[in-house]
C-alpha cells in the first residue's frame, strides 16, 4: 500500500524525467514545425517570410521526393526481409546442439556492435571495391569480370551492410523467443506423429510470430533513418540512385542550407515513422498488461 | 525427458553452424588480419590470409597522424557521460513507476517510448540551429545531453522491467521494521537493482559509442568521436587498407568486448522488455 507521502515523492521522482523528455519533444518538433512554414535559407539574409504550405509543395514536387521515398521503403522492405527470414533459419539453427554453442553465439552477435561508419568503410573498400576489394578478386578467379557494386547497384549494396549489421539482432531476439518453447509441447507433436514441417509451421512458427513482429516493428523505427551508411559509401548517389528520406532532409538542410525545405521534409519523415511507431506501441502496451 | 541426440546428426549441425558464424564474423576478421599487414601485402592479390610479415607500424601511424586518442577519450567522455546522466535522471523515475505506480503510470511509459519513435532528422533543424547559436557544435557537452535525452527513455524503459522483478514484499517488511525511504533505498533497493543498473549502463554506452546520427552532424574535429573519426577516412584514406583496418579494430574492439558481456540485457533492452 503506497502512502500520501510515498506517492508525493514518487510524483517527485518522476518529473525531472518527465519534464525533460517533454522539452526534448516538443521544443524542436515546435520549431520544425514552425519553420517548415517560413522561407527560410541560411544563405540569405533578411527576415523570414512566412509562406505556409510552399515548402510542403516545394518538397513533394522535388525530382529528388518519390525516388527517396522510393528508397527508403526498399531499403527498409529489403534489409526486414533478409533479416528476418535469415534471422529465423539462423535461431533455428542455433537452437540445435551442437559443439561449441558459446562460441558461435558470440561470432554471430559480433556484427550488431560494428560502428556503422566502420561496417559501411569496410564493405565499401576493402570488400566491394571493383579493383582491389575481395569480392572482385573472388570474382576474377572464378573468371567473371569484378562487378562495381556501388556504382553499379548502390541502394542495393547499402542494404547489404545494413542487414550485416541487423541480421544478429533479429537473430538474438528470435533465439530468445525459440529458447524459451516449452520442449514437452514438442515432443507431445512429436509422439502424435507431427513431422519435422509440421512441427515447424505449426508449434514453432506461431511461437516465433509475436518476436518476429517486435523484430519487425523495431527495426523498421531504425532503418526508416538510416543515414551513416549513405554518407559514408555513396553520398546518396549516383544521383539519387541511393539517397533515402534522411539522407534528403539532411542535404537540404545542411548542405543547401534551406531550412524550410528541410523541416518540411523532416515533418514528412515523422509521419512516416509514427505510422509504423503506432503498431509497435499498441504491441508493447499490450505487454504491459500482463 | 530430453530427446537424444545422435553424435552424427551434432557433428553435422556443428559444422553447418560453424561455417555460417565465421562467414558473419568474416569483416570483422579479415579487418582485423589487415590491420597487421603492410600496404602492400593489404591488396596483394591473391589475398593473403595468414602467411605476410605481421607489423604494428599501422597503428602508430594512425595515431601519429590523426591523434586516435583524443577521439577515442571524446567516445568514452560522450558515452559514459550521456549514460550516467541518463541513469540520473531514470532511477527515481523508474523506482517510482515501479514500487508506487498511479493511475497515469501505464501512460506515461508508453508517452516517454514514444518519444523514441520520432526520426532524429525531424529535428535535426531546429537542434542544429540551436547548438550552433549558444555555441554548443562541436562541443562534447553538446553531444552528451543530446544523447542523454535521446537514450533516456530505452534508460527508463529497461529499469522499469528490472525494478519491476523485485518483491514488493521485502520492501514493505523493511518498512514495517521502521526502515524510512531513504534506509530503504540505500540498503534493500539498492542491492537489488545493482545488476539491473549495470547492464543498463553497459547497454546504453554501447549504444552511444556507435550513435551515428548527431555525433557525425553536431561534431567537426575537436570534440569528433570515434563514429566522425572513421568516416573522414571515406576516401582516399579509406583506399590504405592497413591503416583503414587499425583505426577501424580500434574504434570497433573495446565496444566488441562489452557487447559480449551484455547479450542477453541487449534483447531485452531493445525490445523494452516485449520479449525476454
Redesign the interface.
Known sequence: MATQASRAAGRLMISPAVILLFLWMIVPLGMTIWFSFLRYNLLIPGDNPFVGIENYQYFFTDPNFWPALWNTLTLVLGVLAITTIGGILLALLLDQPMFGQGIVRVLVIAPFFVMPTVSALVWKNMFMNPVNGLFAWIARTLGFAPFDFLSAAPLFSIILIVAWQWLPFATLILLTALQSLDSEQLEAAEMDGAGAVSRFFYIMLPHLARAATVVILIQTIFLLSVFAEILVTTNGGPGNASTNLTYLVYSQSLLQYDVGLGSAGGIVAVILANIVAIFLMRMIGKNLET | ???T?TTQR??I??A???T???A??F??L??FL?SFKTEADA?A???KFLFFDWTTENYTTVQGRSNYFLHFWNSVIISVGSTVAALI??I??A???A??P?KRT?D???W???????????????????FRDTGLLDTRIGLVIVLT?MN??IV?WMLYTYFKEIPGEILEAARMDGAN?TREIIYVLTPMAVPGIASTLLLNI?LA??E??WT??LTASKSAP???F??S??SPE??F?AK??AA?MM??AP??V???FS?KQ??RG???????
Not at chain 2, 514514444?114 to 525531424?122: D, E, F, I, N
Not at chain 2, 531493445?270 to 525476454?276: C, D, E, N, Q, Y
Open positions: 525427458m530430453a530427446r541426440v551434432k557433428v549441425v556443428t553447418i553452424a560453424w555460417i558464424a565465421i558473419i564474423f569483416p570483422i579479415w579487418t589487415t591488396i592479390t591473391p589475398p535522471i531514470a527515481p523515475a523506482w517510482s513507476m514500487f508506487v498511479g501505464k506515461i511509459l508508453m516517454m517510448l514514444s518519444t523514441k519513435m520520432m526520426p532524429a532528422v525531424g529535428v535535426l533543424v531546429p537542434i542544429y540551429l540551436l535525452l533516456l527513455p527508463v525511504l554501447i559509442w556507435n551515428a546520427f557525425l552532424n570515434l563514429t566522425q572513421i568516416a577516412y571515406s579509406g583506399l587498407y583503414l583496418s577501424s574504434a570497433i565496444i566488441i562489452l557487447g559480449w547479450q541487449l534483447v531493445l525490445t523494452f522488455g516485449a520479449v525476454k
